[in-house]
């Protein structure tokens, strides 16, 4: 069965994904990131250059969008509701998309999570409202086909341990709401595993549907690659 390397955000750090990039190689392990990828920026160039650190490693990653991720730009490279490469190495997985890869395992992604900081943000150039997953874009994860092995997302399907409602009334109501699409994502499609980022804590808890559900950390952890950030997993037969 093939190995795979859930990645926390990343926020266009190229070292965090550098070394990130070297684990993976160790483990013949395929990065999947789970949002707040950051590489594709306004005025940036970091996505060249995170392409060259992949290829020359020989590592591909799979990366969904978060909140803190320029979307319109995103959505500009793909053409349909499917895994779509962008650049050499750098597959970007649109909200709904359904990935089967050569051992059979069954992906489904789906980026997106409301921004408590977005008050303090510039629309079109921090912040993009399209950051909260839209209607349409649940629709199409619901519906989505099984088996599905693993979902991945951004916001995960309750407050992870230690956080509680808090920021202002608008942000409450999207945050809940953002929670209940993905809980109804887990509980309809009851994955093996689901891992997701966005709250930057490392945990892990069973659904009760009986899922695994895992939470990772983000580059700002210290040291910047340790397993608090990272998930390295095989599906079981």
């Known amino acids: 069965m093939k190995t795979y390397l859930f990645l926390g955000d990343t926020h266009g750090d190229l070292v965090f994904v550098e070394g990130a990039a070297h684990f993976a190689r160790q483990h013949a392990a395929e990065v999947i990131q789970v949002g707040d990828w950051g590489f594709v920026w306004p005025g940036g160039t970091q996505l060249k250059q995170l392409s060259k650190i ?39 997985q649109p909200r709904g998309s ?15 999570a409301p921004s408590i900081d977005r008050a303090s ?43 509680s409602p808090k920021g202002s009334p608008g942000y409450r109501l999207d945050q809940e709401r953002s929670l209940t699409l993905i809980n109804t994502l887990v509980e309809i499609h009851r994955p093996q595993l689901h891992v ?23 580059n700002l952890v210290k040291p910047k690659v340790t397993d608090l950030a990272m998930l390295l997993w095989t599906r079981a037969q």
């Open 54 to 92: 992949l290829t020359d490693m020989g590592v591909t990653m799979r990366f969904i969008d978060g909140n803190h991720d320029e979307h319109p730009r995103l959505r500009s490279y793909i053409s349909t509701c499917a895994a779509t490469l962008i650049a050499p190495n750098v597959i970007y």
């Open 196 to 218: 997701h980022g966005h709250w930057h804590r490392r945990y892990e808890r069973l659904h009760a549907c009986g899922t695994t559900i895992v939470g990772l950390d983000c």
């Open 121 to 163: 943000r510039v629309v079109g150039r921090s912040w993009w409202p399209e950051e909260t997953i839209a209607d349409a874009d649940f629709a199409i994860a619901r519906d989505a086909k099984g088996p599905i092995h693993v979902l991945v997302t951004h916001d995960a399907p309750a407050f992870p341990p230690g956080f």
């Open 98 to 112: 359904v990935h089967e890869d050569e051992d059979s395992t069954r992906f489904l992604f789906m980026g997106g």
